[in-house]
């Protein structure tokens, strides 16, 4: 504090102290006066809340110090001479109540400030997206989560009708009837969402609306998921036998193909929507069995390459000597075995098509130098031919290697890679998107059951627990082989715990131990904290009040408290009385 002891007795100014400092100490002991003295500790004036504030509002900046004010404004400060012992009218009282007053309001407006800033923190910490329109429609509010999702930037969003913002909205609907729409199905992008539309009622009268988009948070989607196994039971065996003899399996393609409600999920879809739309070369990077094939498919499905062909080539798979026929095709008599007629290559295969170049990252390095130069110009030509064919091919690369990496150690040609590398699609690992996992699991059951002819299995809750828990190093490749293990081994229609696989239990078991060490050490950390606030709270107020007691003596404070003075001036730099 900027105050200091004249003769460790009372509260005084130096003269070289600033406005700043008169007024934080005017406001910490809430007198009105305060003695100034010179570099000899004499007192040489007194300074009194009806100067500072006149000095204030003078435009006198804060960080002027006493005495240029002073030598500036001999009112300012005054001498002991002119000034009678009693320098406290009763204006300086009303002044001093005016102030008391201005930092009563200043306090308000400093909460109401970290009022609207905690808000906007919680908002953004939501899982949901929520959005916030006035009575008119018009967006007021949005979180990040919700932004994240529709691609969008808040300061975009905000002030548009929420028509022109959220696809398929009621949010305008729901203002007019005031009625809640709790736990409704919206699409939005396609994607059928579960949403809560809230009407804000003030006096009688809807002044807005919520709408809050349930796409995250593990124990609402584990509810949702099993409201959608109510639902699906609900349905009839025979209901569904019919619709399958009347309409041919239907083909799930397209964005429909990636399964997932996670952000990471809605900006991969917003991706693949954007890159279909264009011919550039995509590459696709992420874990084996993270879903690499899946989403270069759904590119080529939403795509106008779609009437031609989905040639998947794995570039690790294909042994080095036969890469090169297999990817150009080649001639009759062009080598010893070669077929009669000679064979097409992928490229060629894949003419007005797309070309998914899987493992990339295993391609050696000669034949990325010849990939690179049919990329380039868009010409392939058979081994042991002499005829080019020109070639109008999407291609999609994808590895799960650091290709970036490999530029650097000389092992991927630099030059291919800048080809390649024209849309990045990033696919993260399933553990890091764990808000998938039971979409992806009800997904697959639904799919294999369906495939094998099996009544539909449901999983109890503790085994959903099990399987989030879980770390899948196999990614969403392993989620499919242990669903399709679980439809063949479990008789029931219930999966419980006990029915998963060794290795997912034994690994729920460490979790689940480990979360109650972090648990009960977290709750024994919190009561520390929240004890050591409340014995702080109270010192803080112990102090202030022995010290407007005592006048400002600290001295006087300490013996009151009965602690050192030195304890107390330690203690007045942490609570920063
Ligand atoms: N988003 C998804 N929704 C539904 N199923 C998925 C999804 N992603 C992947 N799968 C399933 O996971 C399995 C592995 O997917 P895919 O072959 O596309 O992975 P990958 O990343 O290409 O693997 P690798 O790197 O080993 O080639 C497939 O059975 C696929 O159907």
């Known amino acids: 504090m900027g105050g200091s002891v004249y003769g460790c007795e009372e509260i005084v100014l130096r003269a070289d102290q600033t406005l700043k400092e008169a007024v934080q100490l005017f406001i910490c002991y809430e007198i009105n006066e305060i003695p100034v003295i010179d570099h000899q500790r004499r007192e040489i004036g007194r300074l009194t809340w009806k100067m500072l504030l006149k000095a204030l509002a003078d435009k006198w900046d804060d960080d002027t110090t006493i005495k240029a004010l002073w030598n500036a404004q001999e009112t300012a400060v005054e001498h002991i001479e002119e000034q009678p012992a009693d320098v406290l009218s009763k204006s300086d009282t009303s002044v001093s109540e005016l102030i008391t007053e201005i930092q009563q309001l200043k306090l308000e407006l400093?909460?109401?400030h970290s009022m609207v800033e905690?808000?906007?923190?919680?908002?953004?910490?939501a899982y949901e997206g929520i959005a916030v329109v006035d009575a008119q429609g018009i967006i007021r509010e949005i979180n990040k989560a919700y932004c994240?999702?529709?691609?969008?930037?808040?300061?975009?969003a905000i002030g548009k009708h929420v028509t022109e913002v959220i696809e398929n909205t009621r949010l305008h609907i729901c203002i007019e009837s005031g009625i809640p729409e709790r736990g409704f199905i919206q699409k939005i992008f396609d994607q059928p969402m579960v949403v809560h539309r809230i009407p804000i009622w003030r006096e009688g009268k809807v002044v807005g609306a919520i709408g809050m988009l349930i796409f995250q948070g593990v124990s609402e989607v584990y509810q949702i998921f099993q409201r959608v196994q109510e639902l699906s039971r609900q349905a009839s065996q025979k209901e569904r036998q019919i619709k399958r003899a009347a309409s041919p399996k239907k083909q799930i393609s397209g964005l429909d193909s990636i399964v997932g409600r996670s952000p990471a999920i809605a900006e991969i879809k917003q991706m693949v929507r954007r890159a279909a739309r264009v011919p550039s070369t995509v590459l696709i990077t992420g874990e084996s069995g993270t879903g690499k094939e899946v989403l270069a498919k759904a590119i080529h499905q939403s795509s106008p390459y779609v009437d031609g062909?989905?040639?998947s080539v794995n570039c690790a798979a294909?042994?080095?000597?036969?890469?090169e026929a297999e990817l150009f095709g080649y001639e009759e008599g062009a080598f010893t075995g070669a077929k009669k007629g000679g064979k097409p290559g992928k490229f060629q295969l894949a003419h007005k098509g797309t070309l998914f170049?899987?493992?990339?990252g295993d391609m050696p390095l000669y034949m990325q130098a010849k990939i690179l130069r049919v990329l380039e110009e868009k010409k392939v030509e058979r081994v042991g031919g002499v005829a080019e064919m020109e070639l109008d091919v999407r291609i999609i690369a994808a590895t799960n290697k650091n290709l970036e990496e490999m530029v650097q150690k000389g092992q991927f040609r630099e030059d291919l890679f800048y080809r390649l590398n024209i849309i990045r699609i990033h696919i993260p690992a399933l553990r890091e998107r764990k808000m998938d996992i039971p979409y992806l699991l009800a997904y697959h059951m639904e799919r294999i059951c369906e495939q094998f002819g099996l009544k539909q299995k449901e999983f109890t809750k503790e085994a959903m627990q099990a399987l989030m828990d879980y770390s899948w190093p196999g990614n969403i490749r392993e989620l499919v082989n242990v669903v399709e293990w679980l439809v063949g081994m479990v008789d029931g229609q219930k999966i419980e715990k006990e029915h998963l696989p060794s290795h997912i239990l034994s690994s729920a078991l460490f979790i689940k131990n480990s979360h109650e060490r972090e648990e009960r050490k977290n709750s024994i950390e919190q009561t520390d904290a929240h004890w050591q606030d409340i014995v702080d709270y109270y010192e803080r107020e112990k102090i202030k009040q022995a010290l407007i007691e005592e006048k400002g003596n600290k001295a006087a404070a300490a013996r009151?408290?009965?602690?050192?003075?030195?304890?107390?001036?330690?203690?007045?730099?942490?609570?920063?009385?």
């Open 318 to 323: 294909i042994p080095e000597s036969l890469l």
């Open 560 to 577: 009151k408290l009965g602690m050192h003075r030195s304890t107390l001036y330690e203690k007045l730099k942490k609570y920063n009385l």
């Open 118 to 125: 905690m808000m906007k923190t919680v908002l953004d910490s």
């Open 110 to 112: 400093q909460e109401a």
């Open 148 to 156: 994240q999702f529709l691609g969008i930037r808040r300061e975009d």
């Open 357 to 360: 170049l899987d493992e990339i």
């Open 309 to 311: 062909n989905f040639v």
